[in-house]
């Protein structure tokens, strides 16, 4: 089984200051990792992935995560918050075989200040 | 596209009832999960299915119960409902295949329990 660990539940940060929400897993197998965010009383939207292939991901909304096997690590970072980045933000894992289930962290408040 | 579609969006039950909770894609996925949210807890898997006719259980399945008939629905029966159900659920479809892509969430249902 895999596990998820997001050791920051609320971060604060300042509009137009760096950001890193950081997130940690275990697993006994090969994995799959994903951010997704949701906004208030929204479902849960992709932020993005990591499935092979380069360490750094990418999404189209400045955000980037980078898979740390070593370290079993996948901490998302942005260089500049917005006002509009406030929201939870989610850490899950999946393992490359067998169901086809996903594990979620507890999440993180991110709460851009203006 | 409709994606997911969850209903209803909010409930109100009184200790001992029982509902449905309804779930709907319309991408053709093989795969469907249903995850329960609670603060400080993040997102737990409670029932999922591989296919039509195809359950199991996953993390918190006690209460709950599912079935599969076709591949568009995967309702989620709660049988006797206890304050400790309440809770915000989600429903999620992806195909079977881990590194297909990613899981599509519903908008969530806000069931408390009293």
């Known amino acids: 089984a895999q596990s998820v660990t997001q050791l920051d539940s609320q971060v604060p940060v300042f509009e137009e200051a760096p950001v890193e929400l950081r997130c940690n897993y275990s697993?006994?197998?090969?994995?799959?990792l994903f951010w997704y965010v949701q906004y208030p009383n929204q479902g849960l939207q992709l932020l993005l992935k990591?499935?092979?292939?380069?360490?750094l991901v990418e999404s189209i909304n400045g955000f980037e995560a980078e898979f740390n096997k070593s370290q079993t690590s996948f901490h998302l970072r942005k260089p500049s918050v917005h006002i509009s980045d406030t929201a939870e933000y989610f850490c899950?894992?999946?393992?490359?075989?067998?169901?086809?289930?996903?594990?979620f962290g507890t999440g993180t408040r991110l709460t851009v200040i203006p | 596209n409709a994606g997911v579609t969850q209903t209803p969006k909010f409930q109100v039950l009184k200790t001992g009832q029982s509902m449905t909770l309804q779930c709907a894609q319309d991408m053709n996925h093989e795969y469907m999960s249903w995850y329960r949210q609670d603060p400080g807890m993040g997102l737990r898997l409670i029932h999922y299915s591989v296919g039509a006719g195809i359950t199991d259980q996953g993390e918190v399945p006690n209460g709950y119960n599912v079935s599969r008939s076709t591949t568009e629905d995967f309702p989620l029966r709660l049988l006797s409902a206890a304050p400790s159900q309440t809770s915000v659920y989600f429903c999620?479809?992806?195909?079977?295949?881990?590194?297909?892509?990613?899981?599509?969430f519903g908008q969530g249902t806000r069931l408390t329990v009293v």
């Open positions: 697993s006994s197998v090969s994995v799959y």
């Open positions: 899950a894992v999946k393992g490359r075989t067998g169901a086809n289930n996903l594990f």
């Open positions: 990591y499935l092979s292939g380069s360490t």
């Open positions: 999620a479809s992806s195909y079977s295949n881990p590194g297909r892509t990613e899981a599509f």
